[in-house]
């Protein structure tokens, strides 16, 4: 039985989050980015913005609206999913399973090939939880099976993790450890009058029991039932950046909350853009009409049974409606009265200066967005590269961006931990040994994230300047990596060509200066020159060349440089006899020329 009466259940169904206590305060920071990341209209930003404007206009703005804002925020959650192609990333499983256990069943396999709905538990991760967790700071995880398991007769359930967003969260206590969640899923179902209505889902959680209810002609009825086998409260908030306290209740925001205030600004400046253009961009024709509808009489009114109503025939306006494609008929003015006009129509010219500056003002705040989590260089427009462009701090930039793979392993840990005690409890009786199964996920470091055409500028500046040849060489193998991460023979081959030149970021002349001044060794510079020619032989010759040790490549590379150098120093003796022969024939033959006049 629930922890609550059936009574309080039904309170929580019929209730709009009223029962949880950080409801309200959640909901609007899922908001503040849903509104943006789903394209929705933001009526209530712009409403408050214009609070003056009836709701005529306000139901234009929703039609003519176009999510401009899902951009920067879409490019700033595909940056962070490179997390996913870090070479530190990784999930680690241990060998040495259990033998009760059948290789098919195990926790790697189900996790890495099996998972219900994602293959694995990676998918998961950044197609569920990564965006979600950027989007809403306060979702919940629950992670159980959707199918009964009977405890006489245990198989390997099948366990999967939920994710509820914040306003799907009627209840949740991480104290009481209980919880009432709303599915997103909607059922059909016939009411007393046999028409169908939409009914709802709600999930009740606690450490005993699991129970599914749905809405349908009798009211709530449980449709599910399970037993909690594992005796644990396998509901938890994903990890983010905490932001306030509500004495033992804890709130997160965001790491892309910074973006809103600028995101704001853009969605409703571009809703006022596209009003402004009809105003200012389309020319405004005008005439001159002086005739009565024939209908009203002029009144713009006519009489109904509900009292007064605007005239169908001008539209309430009085005067005979007019077709800016028909022909204007213009009678002489009567005796005493003005003169008409002439022309009798025309055209209004407007100002569309305002339309290039409020479209600047809109791309602005669109790149203030990506600035203020450091990723302004997601930015393409022409503003990227003005003034009002800022140079990337990149430890900052990584720092943000580790921050939110910590968060994704925390959370993974946990989901993996539920998976794990669901699966085998019934087989590994102690939790020590379960825990033994449980694979290592260390938080990646190294994140490739910053665009080829960034990095290329960079290293542009960094060789005028005369940078360090170590920091040269650094990026240019940072370059060379990002181009050709999807070969991974190619990605092998570089990275063995940076790490074994002996003469990093040095220019070919540099080189030939250091060594005849006998600054370096011809073997250094015979291997530098000669690097990917090298290599290529080294990995033809050897397949395991690559993983070899460094002083062993560094030996089989100055073996070959000791081979170039004895061809080319006997090609050039050869040389040198070739010369003194055709001197000494001239000689013979008095060719040599004159020498020069003192």
Known sequence: ??????????????????????????????????????????????????????????????????????????KAINCYSKIRRSPDWMISFPGGVPARIPDEETLENYCTYNLPGFVSITNWTFDILLPQNLIDANALIAVIPLENIDPNQPVFSKPVPILFNSDQVMFYSETEKYCVLRSRIRNNYLDATNAYQQGER????????????????????????????????????????SYKQFDNVSINRSRLHAMVPFLNKAAAGDSDLEGSKIQHLYPLFWYFQNKDCK????????????????????????????????????????????????????????DTAILELQEKIVEKNNYKALAAINMQFLDQSPLSISGDAKQVDREEL?????????D???????????????????????????????????????????????????????????????LLASLEQEIAVKKFYNNPELSETINLYFALDPLPGISVDEKMSLVSNDAITKE??????YMAQFIRRALISDKDFASKPYDDQMEVLKGYAEEKIKITDAAGQMIDKQKEQVLLEMKGQNRLPAPAAE
């Open 1 to 74: 039985m629930p922890k609550i009466s059936d009574d309080k259940l039904k309170e929580y169904f019929s209730s709009a989050g009223g029962f949880n206590p950080i409801y309200t305060d959640t909901v609007k920071l899922y908001n503040d980015l849903k509104v943006h990341a789903e394209g929705i209209f933001p009526g209530e930003l712009i409403a408050r913005r214009r609070p003056s404007e009836t709701d005529e206009i306000l139901a234009y703005r929703e039609k003519t609206y176009e999510p401009i804002t899902k951009l920067p925020l879409s």
């Open 408 to 470: 994704l392993v925390a959370t993974i840990d946990k989901v993996l931990y539920f998976i794990n005690e669901w699966r085998f409890i019934y087989i590994i009786k102690e939790e020590n040994k379960r825990k033994e199964m449980l694979p290592n996920i260390p938080v990646p470091q190294n994140f490739d994230l910053l665009p080829s055409d960034y990095l290329m500028e960079e290293l542009a500046k960094a060789k005028t300047n005369k940078a360090n040849p170590f």
């Open 202 to 241: 709600y999930y009740y959680i606690d450490e005993v029991e699991i129970i599914i209810y749905e809405q349908g002609k009798e009211g709530y009825v449980p449709i599910f039932n399970q037993l909690n086998t594992i005796g644990k409260f396998p509901v938890f908030k994903v990890r983010s950046e």
């Open 295 to 350: 209908s009203c009489k002029g009144a713009g009114e006519r009489p109904s049974d509900d009292g007064p109503v605007n005239c169908t025939s001008c539209g309430g306006s009085g005067k005979i409606k007019f077709s800016p494609y028909a022909h204007i008929q213009v009678d002489p003015a009567e005796m005493g009265k003005q003169s008409n006009p002439i022309p009798p129509a025309g055209y209004v010219t407007r």
């Open 524 to 529: 250094d510079f015979v291997i530098s020159s």
């Open 398 to 406: 990584n720092n943000t961006v580790y921050n939110t793979a910590e």
